[in-house]
């Protein structure tokens, strides 16, 4: 959770305003900040209240990339700017063959670095996934290992 996210959380459950929380905040102050016992842990009601009204702990994902887009991205250069009027005017002198190698090539290249690309972006997801993060808390007295989604 983020600063302001603590923040709020603790404001809504102790309903008065709160302190800035930052990474690296002793167990022990956050513990009398949020008024939680360490023997008991959080309430179930106030863990189904929070996931309520935050949403699961989780990071959020990335939106798939269309291919559409990872095929155009690949004429943003100015090289292919370049390749495309060389194009145009091998055309306009008339040699054809010469304007089709050069944009046959321009083609080849934009559907293999697209290719490579989105196999780039497979891997990275796949390497994401067993990274998935193991969470242990006390919840009612008792340990607890609640499940959390993973990105992809």
Not at 16 to 43: K, M, N
Not at 85 to 108: E, M, N, Q, S
Not at 129 to 149: E, G, I, K
Request: with cysteine; glycine share 6%; hydrophobic share 40%.
């Amino acid at each position: 959770m983020t600063e302001t996210a603590l923040r709020r959380e603790a404001e809504w459950r102790t309903g008065r305003p709160t302190v800035s929380i930052r990474s690296g905040t002793p167990a022990e102050q956050l513990l009398r900040h949020f008024e939680l016992d360490p023997q008991r842990g959080l309430p179930a009601t106030e863990v189904q209240r929070a996931q309520a009204r935050h949403g699961p702990n989780a990071r959020p994902r990335a939106p798939p990339k269309p291919i559409w887009r990872t095929f155009a991205k690949r004429f943003k250069s100015p090289l292919i700017y370049i390749r495309f009027v060389a194009t145009v005017l091998a055309v306009a002198l008339g040699h054809r063959g010469d304007a089709g190698v050069i944009l046959t090539v321009v083609l080849l290249n934009a559907l293999i670095g697209s290719f490579q690309e989105g196999r780039a972006e497979r891997s990275m997801a796949a390497l994401r996934r067993p990274a998935a993060l193991r969470v242990h808390v006390l919840r009612r007295a008792r340990p607890d290992c609640p499940s959390t989604p993973t990105p992809s």
